[in-house]
């Protein structure tokens, strides 16, 4: 039987029972259509974390408060237990390094902003002039707070997007005197629109200088210190140089923890990268399902087929050719539910993307090479047993069964 002829048969025997072919395409594109999407969820998280943590700033190295024990990104990062404040004065010490470029104290609290009558809860953040270009931020109004001593710093705010429509609405911001917990302020700047990050939403974050933001919460801790170093080869120099002048000023104790933006990302790229192996796999579990399926189907067929079986023996069919329709069938079936498969998974991962526009869920290229090759492989594998079992079949027998 030709290459052509065997193809026609094998669609002809499958497309015979309409009802049957339709069950198996189903459950093979299931299979793939699970394999597409949950990769997609899992690259897309892998994706939006490296996006957001990119965006906040480049080259970038962060000193912590407190010490921790594997001196990486954990959990435990977040909260330390602190053994010596970070100041402003150590920050100050850091710009002497030579690999640093620039240096942003940040202390973080919350306080009330009050303006004609409006009241709302913000987050302050207390900086310096230098923080816009560590973090690469956009100004939509005005600018940002004024270069000048980091003690001592003017009355002066700026003001996250949010903020800004919710206290002023249709109104200009620019100039206006606000009152912030019960100091006041003038605005001098609004952000352009940045969104939720995984940072802090800096669409609903009021800047002031650091010296008045630790004034106002009767402190003279500091939430964080954001660095840029002088290039991306200076990372890791800028990281051992900031540790060793916190070192000396803290009497010699290791007690802050820095970190880099690209030790960050190198972590979490491991940990998502390992949770989308893990989702497919489990997706693919249920491509096995299917191709169980698709042998029980078979095996049917072959008990239904022995009469058309015998017949082709009688007129000369080879127990290979007759192995090799059974085996072409279950591959047109397995190749049609992938096809049909990673239609679905596509149209599922737009879905998710029109849902969430922020949410980068795109399947890898190598999730979706491995659900269609997993699905044809899948669905030959067990349409083996049942072309065995067609070609092994004694014609006479077959004929006497018609």
Partial sequence: MRGADLIRFARDAATGNPLRAALLVLAMSIGVAAVVVLTALGDGARRYVMNEFSSLGSNLVIVLPGRSETGGLNPGNAITNTIRDLTVDDAQALQRASAVSKVAPLAVGTSEISFGGKLREVIIAGT????????????????????????????????????????????????????????????????????????????????????????????????????????????????????????VRHEGEQDVTVITQDAILATFDRLLGALTLGVAGIAAISLAVAGILVMNVMLVSVTQRTAEIGLLKALGATGSGIRMVFLTEATLLSLAGAVVGYALGLLGAAIIRQLYPTFPAYPPDWAVLAGLGTALVTGILFGVMPARRAAQLDPVQALSKH
Avoid at 197 to 218: H, I, K, R
Avoid at 226 to 246: D, F, M, Y
């Fill in 128 to 247: 310096v002039s230098q923080y816009m270009d560590v973090r690469h931020m956009a100004i939509a109004q005005g600018r940002f707070l004024t270069p000048g001593d980091w003690r001592h710093g003017t009355s002066e705010a700026v003001i996250g997007a949010k903020v800004r429509d919710e206290i002023f609405g249709t109104e200009s911001a620019l100039g206006q005197l606000v009152r912030i917990g019960d100091r006041r302020f003038r605005i001098v700047g609004v952000l352009a629109v940045s969104g939720q990050g995984l940072s802090m939403n800096t669409d609903e974050l009021v800047f002031v200088p650091v010296s008045l933001a630790q004034a106002m919460f009767n402190s003279n801790t500091l939430f964080r210190i954001l660095i840029e170093a002088t290039g991306r080869e200076a990372i890791e120099s800028a990281k051992a140089q900031v540790a060793e002048i916190l070192k």
